[in-house]
């Protein structure tokens, strides 16, 4: 895989549900160790975007590309051991197992070697102050311990390379919020993982995001710092237009 | 009328007779709860195979009365033409492999077509397929070994339990559905692959986007479910014996342990497959064998009345 800074490429993307245009010529690029932000108000295409950038869903017309790659079409697992890994906004966790071997399933199948799988979740529960947890099942957990350790599993990829994250923030404690933003600030300047976050927490998108794109129903109706976007008056229109 | 008591010179006679009575009763009661149980265990090697088939794929998979038919034809066949009655346990196993291999073949080439890229209904077409599977497969069966029966040589001679005689076929039979639910079962919760089947069980979306290769675990599951009929076929080979239609009362006996059990539990399908077993048998025993097809689902009938999800089943909530 070569080293063009131009991680992720979204070109002309239309994504259709029968009648409905989700995602109406979206073009978006993300660059090599960004933390991109996607906002919008409710309907407006982030969570089909990322579903058909993680290959949960087939584009109607247009490209996704990864490292100059074509990955439109693909299957969820083989992006996903390309180094995109991602979050549902609803944490999808294997409810009846344990949290340590919600960690080691990805694990398992990159081919880490059990021990080094092990020693890595554990160190990564540390950090997201979960390990006290690790033995107790999945479905014991708080809505925001989910999503903690929905992000942190994604992490224990070895390739990691773009983590797609649908609404981390949505409902979840302030000090695990806290945690959420830290390893996204330590995975992204640690280890150049880069980041593309949906998110409606305001806040937290500008604290942490380089750059945002915003789109309104399926369509990209600006890009830039958040300062830029919050001063478009589409964007305006957009959040408290009729 | 006079009671029988009231006859002091046969009292005695009378009360030992009663007794004779009653320890028939429970000796013949005790000898078909055994019987039940032998065979609720092995119908439960049907409903595993169904059960663990869709919940990994959501699909169900009614073709497999013909693979455990198939299971019964190869063992049938190993036995009389290769191996010989006393490596009966290799012919199981041989016939489990090959089940096995062409139930994966039969996932690959035909189902997963259906699962790659984003086909809507593609389980209820899933689902077809396996009823086309069951007409052909059943056909096939007709066309090559005619409208026969085919007896294979007993795997063990009649045997008793303390007093009780019992038939050897049967106990073997138990034995090896036994330690082939056992295991299905510690592979399923103790190895890494059976967790991962766990995880696509669970949630199919999100294990992939995890990077799991969902497809592969669809034919593995695919193989293993009929691989459990076609055991359950070479294992109830002597019993049933071995024709076209053999595999459609463990079929049908598959299905209703599910719906008691509820769907996804195995040790649920433990108690249902046994429960369902003691029915038939001592319904066939004390009211009528004509009606043995009815009891399994009057137990059904009378369990779904109070609990409507089966007895260990759960209402399911997608996200």
Known sequence: ?242 | MRSLSSYPANSGTSKCKQKEDEAIDLHLFSQFLITGIIMGVLYCLMSMGINFIYGIMKVINWSMGEFFMIGAFTQYILLTFLLGADYWYVGVILSALVVFILGALVQRILIKPMFVGIIEAKMEYATIVTISMAIFLRNIAVAIGGPKIYTPPDYAGPTQILTLPLSGNRLVAFIGALILLGLFYYFIKKSWTGRAFQGVAQNRSGVQTAGVNVLKYDMLAFGIGTALAGAGGALLAPIFLVHPLCGLVPTVRGFEIIVIAGLGSIPGILVAGLSLGIAESLGSAFISPSFVDIYGFILLVIILSIKPYGLFGKPEREV
């Open chain 1, 1 to 242: 895989m070569d080293d063009r800074s131009n991680l992720l490429e979204v070109k002309n993307v239309v994504k259709m549900f029968g009648g409905l245009r989700a995602n109406d010529n979206i073009s978006l690029q993300v660059e090599k160790g960004e933390i991109r932000g996607l906002i919008g108000p409710n309907g407006s295409g982030k969570t089909t975007l990322i579903n058909l950038i993680t290959g949960i869903y087939e584009v109607t017309e247009g490209s996704i590309h990864y490292y100059g790659r074509r990955i439109d079409g693909l299957q969820s697992n083989v992006i996903a051991s390309m180094g995109i890994m991602r979050t549902f906004q609803v944490a999808r966790v294997w409810r009846d197992m344990t949290v340590l071997e919600n960690m080691l399933i990805p694990a398992f199948t990159q081919g880490l070697s059990r021990r080094e799988a092990k020693s890595r979740a554990e160190e990564l529960l540390d950090f997201a102050l979960l390990i006290r947890l690790k033995d107790k099942q999945a479905k014991s957990l708080s809505g925001g311990q989910n999503m903690l350790l929905q992000i942190v599993r994604g992490f224990m990829h070895k390739d990691l390379k773009l983590y797609v994250m649908d609404e981390p923030f949505a409902g979840v404690h302030q000090s695990i919020k806290g945690i959420i933003i830290e390893s996204i600030k330590m995975m992204n300047q640690g280890k150049d993982v880069t980041f593309l976050i949906v998110s409606h927490e305001m806040s937290t998108v500008k604290a942490l995001c380089n750059k945002v794109t915003v789109l309104c129903k399926g369509e990209r109706i600006a890009e830039g710092t958040m300062e830029e976007v919050a001063n478009d008056p589409q964007v305006i229109d957009a959040y408290l237009g009729g």
